[in-house]
């Protein structure tokens, strides 16, 4: 038999490979940017601060789409019973996303930028980024067109792209009034990552509970339907908790305070969804590892999209929070839980599908899971005392704002070493991911050694 059930399999490892490289540069100015809080600065004439969170935050969206994008390309395939309609153009694909990427980090530290926050990259580059989603969705879309059977599961994930590469175009609009860009530009920051993205991430948990777990398809889907119902409507009115302060009329107080609090019931129900799916399971899946990447993205996108973004998104709380490490300490843990565990979660399951070795086997993946999610929880919290502290001594003693970041400068020194621990784990799972190479379609998976436990 075969290791690799589809060819197009190969190009989802090298997706997820190249997901890993990234996320790996992430954390190295990420650490950068911890030190220079810290008063560390060293690098600044080669690295400014500017352009390491530029890097910093880009990348996070880089190797996200390409997480997302190699997750497609093992689900669809196998949705669909059938190989990607044309594999040459996904390694193009692939190759261009890198190329981007690349151009992108260059011309940050050369000031080679927009200048629009989450949106530096320059015109030429968002250009290639529009064509490289397009060929994309036309390899996605021709396979699930031709493939031998449609699921809900499949669907949905092809919608929440498209709405994703549409909802793109909007940050490439720009306006002399900052109110207007400003507006504008959350279409594309915002209704990403609390709109559309959360379609995808419903689809690729419904695929991983559905393989995992044993419940029915059926059951699956209805709750797929429910929760994305939900999640998308709040997250599109959310948008609203943007708006406060950058002048736009007034209602939208009320209706970004009103729908951004109806976010964290469509995470709860998440979180639920998960946990529920996997107790009335039947099938006991050996690949426990997965399982429990799955079901930690449902709680801890709870915790950090829902619970820790409405706790200061309502507008009584933001007129203070706006714009502090508050905001960070909720970006953190939102983006880890709802997406960084949902692309850990699927390559958990998916390497050992490809390779036919048992990696979920021995301690290393337990561990990695542990305490790459410990670190998480420890960097939030020090990003929580850092934020309370910024927001109590520049907004309402009224201390200088680098006043202030010389007084929260000590609490850098606990986020570096909750950092350390996460990116420990991190490290051990990329290690993990890496250690056993390409799958390669010649391979008998009965004759590659299986890790002892």
Same mark, same amino acid.
């Given at each position: 038999?075969?290791?690799?059930?589809?060819?197009?399999?190969?190009? $989802?490892?090298? *997706?997820?490979?190249?997901? +890993?490289?990234?996320?790996?540069?992430?954390?190295?100015?990420?650490?950068?940017?911890?030190?220079?809080?810290?008063?560390?600065?060293?690098?600044? =004439?080669?690295?400014?601060?500017?352009?390491?969170?530029?890097?910093?935050?880009?990348?996070?969206?880089?190797?996200?789409?390409? @997480?997302? +994008?190699?997750?497609?390309?093992?689900? /669809?395939?196998?949705?669909?019973?059938?190989?990607?309609?044309?594999?040459?153009?996904?390694?193009?694909?692939?190759?261009?996303?890198?190329?981007?990427?690349?151009?992108?980090? /260059?011309?940050?530290?050369?000031?080679?930028?927009?200048?629009?926050?989450?949106?530096?990259?320059?015109?030429?580059? =968002?250009?290639?980024?529009?064509?490289?989603?397009?060929?994309?969705?036309?390899?996605? @879309? +021709?396979?699930?067109?031709?493939?031998?059977?449609?699921?809900?599961?499949? #669907?949905?994930?092809?919608?929440?792209?498209?709405?994703?590469?549409?909802?793109?175009?909007?940050?490439?609009?720009? *306006?002399?009034?900052?109110?207007? =860009? $400003?507006?504008?530009?959350?279409?594309?920051?915002?209704?990403?990552?609390?709109?559309?993205?959360?379609?995808?991430?419903?689809? /690729?948990?419904?695929?991983?509970?559905?393989?995992?777990?044993?419940?029915?398809?059926?059951?699956?889907?209805?709750?797929? &339907? #429910?929760?994305?119902?939900?999640?998308?409507?709040?997250? /599109?009115?959310?948008? @609203?908790?943007?708006?406060?302060?950058?002048?736009?009329?007034?209602?939208?107080?009320?209706?970004?305070?009103?729908?951004?609090?109806?976010?964290?019931?469509?995470?709860?129900?998440?979180?639920?969804?998960?946990?529920?799916?996997?107790?009335?399971?039947?099938?006991?899946?050996?690949?426990?590892?997965?399982?429990?990447?799955?079901?930690?993205?449902?709680?801890? $996108?709870?915790?950090?999209?829902?619970?820790?973004?409405?706790?200061?998104?309502?507008?009584?709380?933001?007129?203070?929070?706006?714009?502090?490490?508050?905001?960070?300490?909720?970006?953190?843990?939102?983006?880890?839980?709802?997406?960084?565990?949902?692309?850990?979660?699927?390559? $958990?399951?998916?390497?050992?599908?490809?390779?036919?070795?048992?990696?979920?086997?021995?301690?290393?993946?337990?561990?990695?899971?542990?305490?790459?999610?410990?670190?998480?929880?420890? +960097?939030?919290?020090?990003?929580?005392?850092?934020?309370?502290?910024?927001?109590?001594?520049?907004?309402?003693?009224?201390?200088?704002?680098?006043?202030?970041?010389?007084?929260?400068?000590?609490?850098?020194?606990?986020?570096?070493?909750?950092?350390?621990? *996460?990116?420990?784990?991190?490290?051990?799972?990329?290690?993990?991911?890496?250690? &056993?190479?390409?799958?390669?379609?010649?391979?008998?998976?009965?004759?590659?050694?299986?890790?002892?436990?």
């Amino acid at each position: 038999m075969d290791a690799l059930k589809y060819r197009s399999w190969q190009v $989802s490892w090298a *997706f997820f490979a190249t997901c +890993m490289l990234l996320l790996t540069l992430q954390l190295v100015y990420g650490f950068i940017m911890g030190f220079a809080h810290m008063g560390f600065d060293g690098l600044h =004439d080669w690295i400014p601060f500017n352009a390491a969170r530029a890097t910093h935050t880009n990348l996070l969206v880089v190797w996200l789409l390409a @997480g997302f +994008m190699g997750s497609a390309y093992y689900i /669809i395939p196998d949705e669909c019973e059938r190989e990607l309609w044309n594999i040459p153009l996904a390694w193009v694909q692939l190759a261009s996303l890198v190329l981007v990427g690349v151009v992108a980090i /260059i011309g940050f530290h050369m000031n080679w930028w927009e200048g629009r926050k989450f949106l530096e990259i320059p015109r030429p580059l =968002d250009v290639l980024v529009v064509i490289n989603v397009l060929v994309f969705l036309l390899n996605i @879309g +021709m396979t699930i067109f031709q493939g031998k059977r449609y699921t809900t599961t499949a #669907l949905t994930l092809l919608v929440g792209l498209v709405a994703a590469a549409l909802l793109y175009l909007p940050g490439m609009i720009t *306006f002399d009034s900052q109110v207007y =860009d $400003s507006y504008f530009r959350w279409w594309v920051v915002h209704l990403w990552v609390e709109g559309v993205w959360e379609l995808i991430m419903g689809a /690729i948990l419904s695929f991983l509970l559905i393989k995992l777990t044993g419940v029915d398809r059926e059951i699956v889907e209805k709750w797929l &339907y #429910l929760i994305v119902g939900l999640t998308f409507l709040s997250g /599109i009115l959310g948008t @609203g908790h943007h708006y406060y302060w950058i002048g736009t009329p007034e209602y939208w107080l009320v209706v970004g305070g009103v729908f951004s609090a109806l976010e964290p019931l469509a995470f709860l129900g998440m979180a639920l969804y998960t946990v529920t799916m996997a107790r009335r399971g039947g099938r006991k899946h050996p690949n426990r590892i997965a399982l429990y990447w799955a079901v930690g993205t449902g709680i801890m $996108s709870f915790v950090g999209a829902g619970f820790l973004g409405f706790a200061h998104t309502l507008p009584q709380v933001n007129i203070w929070t706006h714009g502090t490490l508050v905001t960070a300490m909720h970006g953190h843990m939102a983006f880890w839980g709802a997406y960084g565990m949902l692309i850990f979660a699927m390559i $958990s399951y998916a390497l050992p599908e490809m390779t036919g070795r048992k990696l979920y086997v021995g301690w290393l993946p337990e561990w990695a899971f542990w305490l790459a999610n410990i670190g998480m929880v420890a +960097m939030t919290g020090a990003f929580a005392v850092a934020g309370i502290t910024q927001v109590y001594l520049e907004r309402r003693v009224g201390m200088d704002f680098l006043a202030v970041q010389d007084a929260v400068a000590v609490h850098f020194f606990g986020l570096v070493l909750a950092a350390l621990l *996460f990116s420990l784990g991190v490290g051990m799972f990329i290690w993990h991911f890496s250690r &056993y190479g390409v799958p390669g379609r010649d391979a008998p998976a009965a004759a590659v050694p299986v890790p002892a436990k």
